[in-house]
């Protein structure tokens, strides 16, 4: 029943630029803590970006800082990660984090939308 949809993900040229969306459905998004996970191939699973409940603070992995920016429209049920001068080491599959554990005892991820940067 709940459900976290990744969109926005397709090839991209180094230095370009992409939008991702997480559309959340069944849960009460606003307040769920919202993060961004990437996994790249042979690679462990990384956090890259987080934005609390309802969206007062975020932080960023060391690797994406200045370049990429989480947000989140909870009216829509959707976050949002902004992805600018994306490098070939951004390759990877992006996913949707939601995190109620402090407030629920539930967590849920999306299925995941490829990140393709190459020229």
């Known amino acids: 029943q709940v459900q976290l949809v990744e969109s926005g993900g397709g090839l991209v040229q180094p230095g370009g630029s992409l939008r991702l969306s997480c559309q959340a459905s069944g849960l009460t998004f606003r307040y769920y803590d919202i993060a961004w996970y990437r996994q790249a191939p042979g690679e462990e699973r990384e956090l890259v970006a987080g934005?609390?409940?309802?969206?007062?603070?975020?932080n960023y992995a060391d690797s994406v800082k200045g370049r990429f920016t989480i947000s989140r429209d909870n009216t829509k049920n959707t976050a949002y990660l902004q992805m600018n001068s994306l490098k070939p080491d951004d390759t990877a599959v992006y996913y949707c984090?939601?995190?109620?554990?402090?407030?629920?005892?539930?967590?849920?991820w999306g299925k995941g939308t490829l990140v393709t940067v190459s020229a």
């Open positions: 984090y939601a995190d109620g554990r402090k407030n629920f005892r539930m967590d849920y």
């Open positions: 934005i609390t409940s309802p969206g007062g603070s975020t």
